[in-house]
């Protein structure tokens, strides 16, 4: 007897990378798990390593970490999996009946859709949300042409020599396999984190190293990262450098300060109508030109990739600095709205404390 059973996803405001994308992609389905959503993702870092850097965002993610609504998901090692069910296509239609969502790191070389698609080995992530036993299909999210995150159908015996195409590898990341499930427990408990985020918020203006808080569960580093708001200037001093022709920068830091901005009038328009707090219509009209500007910026980048025309870098760089300075000015302004509101909050209980 055949069967079909799809699980629900949506677009996440953040989209750039696969380790969050995909399960953001969950979390953006339930209005629990956007409380958690909503108190994260403010403060911004460069990782350093010796092959490069990533910009990337400070926030717990869940093949490492715990996120407190996919609380319990099990993560497994390809030759569990393998002991468990030789055959990948059957594991993961199982694990989606039983209402999992699995992440596994497959060979985009079998993938249709893909840029490596029949062209060149590439091991990279997807996430199975779905299948149908009559077309023999899986639904995936996946990064598809010119690497943008999006939806395909991938049949069942591509998918199944797509994953055996990954060697197991113990310790890399691509041996590991991800079973994601809302915990409707944890997710219902969640708070929305006011004050976190104004900490947060605090530690990416003045570029604090919010790592000191991790520190237990933190890898060690010969090179420290560089953050918040002090990421504009490493990137400003990469596309200088490549402008001198000393070095390259691809879009992808461009593509997640855009999205950075874009993510935080999200969240500032979801703290006002769920009434968290909310900041006057003067800021949160400068966060707007904020992110007008990031992706003014960002399509910058486009075009000097494009055309190659160094005038469209010299833009970028000039761009990036009244970026920096802009949002400086209005984040400065949204504490001391934050700020004040919590004198007036001690105020009124002072007086009620006195009749």
Do not use: C
Not at 85 to 91: A, G, L, Q, V, W
């Amino acid at each position: 007897m055949s069967a079909r059973q799809i699980l629900p996803i949506a677009t996440p405001d953040l989209i750039s990378y696969a380790h969050l994308s995909y399960f953001l992609s969950i979390l953006y389905t339930d209005k629990d798990a956007l409380r958690w959503v909503y108190s994260n993702y403010i403060q911004l870092y460069v990782r350093h390593w010796s092959e490069g850097s990533m910009v990337d965002y400070y926030t717990q993610n869940p093949e490492i970490h715990q996120v407190p609504p996919l609380s319990g998901a099990p993560r497994l090692t390809r030759d569990v999996v393998n002991r468990w069910s030789p055959s990948f296509t059957e594991f993961a239609r199982r694990s989606i009946q039983d209402g999992f969502y699995v992440i596994a790191f497959v060979d985009d070389y079998d993938i249709p859709g893909t840029v490596a698609y029949q062209n060149r080995s590439n091991a990279h992530g997807l996430m199975i949300n779905g299948f149908d036993d009559d077309s023999r299909k899986f639904h995936v999210s996946a990064y598809l042409t010119n690497q943008s995150y999006g939806q395909t159908l991938v049949g069942y015996d591509e998918m199944e020599k797509a994953y055996q195409g990954v060697g197991s590898k113990p310790f890399f990341y691509t041996d590991y396999v991800f079973l994601y499930q809302l915990n409707e427990f944890v997710k219902s408990r969640y708070p929305f984190q006011l004050p976190w985020v104004m900490e947060q918020l605090e530690d990416y203006l003045y570029a604090k190293p919010s790592n000191r808080r991790m520190i237990a569960f933190e890898e060690t580093s010969d090179l420290p990262p560089t953050w918040g708001i002090e990421t504009f200037d490493w990137i400003i001093r990469e596309s200088e450098r490549q402008l001198a022709g000393e070095s390259f920068l691809d879009h992808r830091p461009f593509y997640v300060l855009w999205e950075h901005k874009k993510m935080m009038n999200r969240r500032l328009a979801y703290m006002e109508q769920q009434g968290y707090f909310a900041f006057s219509g003067e800021a949160a009209a400068e966060y707007r030109a904020v992110e007008q500007t990031a992706m003014l910026v960002r399509n910058l980048k486009f075009k000097h990739m494009v055309s190659a025309d160094d005038r469209y870098m010299a833009q970028l760089i000039d761009g990036l600095k009244a970026l920096k300075s802009a949002e400086a000015l209005v984040i400065e302004r949204m504490l001391e709205e934050y700020r004040r509101s919590l004198r007036a909050d001690e105020e009124n209980a002072r007086r009620v404390e006195q009749v």
